[in-house]
């Protein structure tokens, strides 16, 4: 009984590890400012990691001080969408397992 326990723990270890990393689904993205939206949503996803409205505040006014504005963001969980963008301007990603971010920037 006691090696299952230790074995269950184990598993539960793995798929916490698994899931630490940032995943991004689609982007259509210039490789640049993939890489610096991608960083700031893990930055912003981690300071506000029990509130998604402020990190989605925090990447929105970190987007548009750096390129322009009209740039908009949802991170949460458990939703779809359907949107019309720029192009190469769409990041598509999750964070932490099941955190999804979207950031898009609107003409």
């Known amino acids: 009984m006691a090696a299952e326990g230790g074995e269950g723990e184990t598993q539960q270890k793995e798929e916490t590890k698994r899931h630490t990393y940032p995943l991004i689904r689609t982007s259509d993205m210039n490789e640049e400012i993939k890489t610096e939206c991608m960083e700031l949503c893990v930055t912003a996803c981690e300071k506000f990691s029990q509130n998604n409205e402020n990190a989605a505040r925090m990447i929105k006014e970190t987007m548009d001080k750096k390129f322009g504005p009209t ?7 458990g939703y779809g969408f359907f949107i019309e963008h720029q192009v190469k301007s769409l990041l598509y990603m999750f964070f ?5 971010i979207i950031v898009w920037k609107c003409a």
């Open 71 to 77: 740039w908009q963001v949802i991170v949460g969980e």
């Open 96 to 100: 932490g397992g099941t955190t999804a």
